[in-house]
């Protein structure tokens, strides 16, 4: 006997098969629809607008991966949210428990996002935050003519 | 959603008391790090005592509580689980001794030291609690993390590199350990182990994928109990890690994989008896490669604290031994065993941190002649050697006993093979044992320290302060003195 019925696993199934799906489907659109002019410029490889220099194996400065680490927390703590928020405000539930589920809940996120916040200020308390900003050093020059000189050429040109 | 889901959490929150006093160190420490203190280790040092202390004093509060399974079936506590852990809190606090007088020498001050140890303590506390995979898995993260960081605090090239080898092991023992879970959740639909349908889809399932998969799911508290193929981290970790921190990770992850491990047992019986055996004839191999692998490359050894290290899987072997034997016997051997394992490793570490912060002595052979100028220093040695070995008249040779008679109980009422074999490998390697143990004394006295060596180690020696001489010697005195009162009263534990 055929299940009529889709599993949770078949769901995801679906899920994976129709998301395949909808990316072939949209290149083939474009493919069918766009004109074909390519030119060099168009050619390089699309890196959010700049220039690509060097290879991809290249290393990175290690804050960018503290400032990842700390944004990904927060995201994942956004995601996290919002399943939290329908329990949370569910009207019944806090009827039927004199309001207690409302305050059990509310204090276990604050926890939970006062634990988040602590490891950001440790990483701003640490300095992992600034950013090393290259130090202009202006060029000195040992020579006799006076600044004034200068400032009066450039007045005059 | 439920109501009664709401009070069982709020029914159980009390089970947790100890573990939450130890949270809290974990977040001031935190806080702590951020403000420029005049005297950091100062303040952590006496943090992480006053917690360490409510820590204990509230799991004292919980010895003969009623507790059942709290947070929904996610932990669950009795006597000897919270023995367990209040052996792992005076670990802890051993270890935090050990590291204030290291932390003056050395003039390491920092916060985050004192935060990855109390992290280290409540993993291992969690570990003790566990009743769901869920709960192992994250309880040996926490356990694990910590132990990275902490691996590189000697802060110089070969820390790095021993902290590094151990994180990329450690990441691939835990993707294994999900792994094997993921799959047990596959065949039962259900990660808590004391909920009855986990057995009973386990009785069921397909023995060879069974198989696989439980042995991935152990892989993470083998690594932590560094039972043997799991073990080539070790060598590097403890000779490179500070000496209080090789203590800790020599003790307090293994003493607690150990009683995640027995409480996992305990919830067996519901499995069929093939199964049972083939579980018992597996772990019961992987103990004996233990014991017999960690003693023979202990043997080959020439520094002191890769000596120990090995000797710690030997140790890790006996431990599982003591988790196969489903009887009440092995229950107090186990508990007894990993008490005087804890101790005197506690104890051997250190003896050895004093000599290597005073006298640079990181080789058997640096230990020459010390005999002449050390002798207290040296009785010390004896009788934790002694101990280690599990000779009398030390409390290690009332452990060894224990575990071999509940062998040998065990082996007579059910005539398993494996029980005689893990007998009989025990005693020979108690024998090896005697070799690499003893070593250390014979230099230690019986060796003339050579004439070049003299100036060398004279000129690395540095001078102790008086003030720590005494924590030093009150520390070796608290540790060494159970393993001879134990010998002669075993039952204070029991």
Redesign the interface.
């Known amino acids: 006997m055929i299940a009529t019925e889709v599993s949770a696993f078949g769901e995801i199934l679906l899920y994976i098969i129709g998301s395949v799906l909808f990316v072939l489907l949209t290149y083939f659109g474009s493919w069918l629809f766009r004109p074909h002019r390519p030119n060099e410029e168009k050619n390089t490889t699309y890196e959010s607008g700049e220039d690509t220099v060097g290879t991809a194996w290249g290393q990175f400065n290690m804050r960018f991966y503290i400032v990842a680490l700390l944004f990904i927390l927060f995201e994942v703590e956004i995601i996290f949210l919002f399943p939290w928020a329908t329990?949370f405000g569910?009207a019944q539930?806090i009827a039927?428990?004199d309001g207690?589920?409302g305050w059990?809940a509310i204090v276990e996120m604050f926890l939970f996002i006062f634990?988040l916040v602590?490891?950001l200020?440790?990483a701003?308390?640490?300095g992992f935050l600034n950013w090393d900003k290259p130090e202009v050093i202006p060029p000195k020059v040992d020579t006799k003519v006076p600044d004034q000189l200068y400032d009066a050429v450039n007045n005059r040109y | 959603?439920d109501?009664s889901i709401?009070k069982n959490?709020?029914q159980s929150l009390p089970m947790v008391l100890p573990e939450a006093m130890v949270a809290a160190l974990i977040?001031l420490l935190?806080?702590a790090?951020?403000i420029p203190w005049k005297k950091p280790a100062m303040v952590g040092k006496s943090l992480s005592w006053i917690f360490g202390i409510g820590y204990i004093l509230l799991k004292i509060n919980q010895w003969n509580g009623q507790w059942d399974n709290g947070f929904l079936g996610m932990i669950s506590l009795d006597n000897y689980r919270i023995a367990g852990q209040l052996l792992l809190g005076g670990l802890y606090l051993f270890s935090l001794h050990l590291s204030a007088v290291e932390v003056q020498l050395k003039n390491e001050e920092r916060m985050e030291y004192w935060l990855l140890k109390a992290a280290i303590l409540l993993g291992g506390s969690a570990l003790v609690m566990s009743d769901n995979l869920l709960m192992i898995y994250l309880a040996v993260e926490l356990l694990s993390f910590s132990a990275y960081g902490l691996t590189a605090f000697s802060f110089n090239e070969k820390g790095n590199k021993a902290a590094l080898k151990y994180l990329l092991f450690g990441a691939i023992a835990s993707a294994l350990t999900v792994y094997g879970m993921s799959i047990l959740y596959g065949l039962t639909g259900t990660l808590s182990l004391t909920d009855g349908s986990f057995w009973m889809n386990l009785s069921t399932a397909p023995v060879s994928i069974l198989a696989f998969a439980a042995f991935l799911a152990v892989i993470g508290l083998l690594f932590k109990l560094t039972a043997v193929p799991l073990h080539p981290w070790v060598e590097d970790v403890y000779q490179n890690a500070p000496t209080p921190i090789a203590a800790l990770f020599a003790t307090l992850p293994k003493i607690a994989a150990f009683f995640c491990f027995m409480g996992i047992m305990q919830l067996l019986p519901p499995l069929s008896a093939e199964a049972k055996q083939a579980i018992i004839v597996a772990l019961g191999f992987i103990a004996l490669v233990s014991m017999t692998a960690g003693n023979l490359l202990a043997l080959g050894q020439k520094e002191v604290k890769k000596m120990l290290a090995y000797s710690s899987v030997s140790h890790a072997g006996f431990l599982i031994a003591c988790i196969i034997v489903p009887a009440k016997s092995a229950w107090d051997a186990g508990l007894f065993y990993a008490a005087i394992y804890g101790i005197m490793n506690m104890a051997a570490f250190g003896l050895v941190q004093y000599f290597e912060t005073g006298k640079k002595a990181i080789t058997y052979e640096d230990f020459n002649g010390m005999g002449k100028k050390h002798a207290l220093w040296g009785i010390g040695l004896v009788i934790v050697m002694i101990s280690l070995t599990g000779l009398p008249p030390t409390a290690g040779f009332n452990a060894k006993l224990m575990v071999f008679l509940a062998l040998w109980e065990q082996y007579e009422t059910t005539s398993t093979t494996i029980y005689l074999l893990l007998l009989v490998f025990g005693v020979l390697n108690t024998v090896i044992a005697l070799f690499y143990y003893i070593r250390l004394p014979y230099h230690f006295y019986f060796q003339e320290e050579g004439e070049e060596d003299y100036h060398f180690y004279r000129r690395r020696e540095v001078v102790i302060e008086n003030r720590l001489q005494w924590a030093y010697r009150i520390a070796l005195f608290v540790a060494i003195l159970p393993l001879i009162v134990l010998f002669f009263a075993p039952q204070i534990i029991l």
Do not use: N, P, Q
Request: proline share 0%; aromatic share 16%; charged share 10%.
């Open positions: 329990v569910d539930l039927e428990t207690m589920w059990f634990i602590l490891g200020a440790y701003w308390g640490k | 959603m109501i709401l959490i709020i977040l935190t806080i790090c951020i």
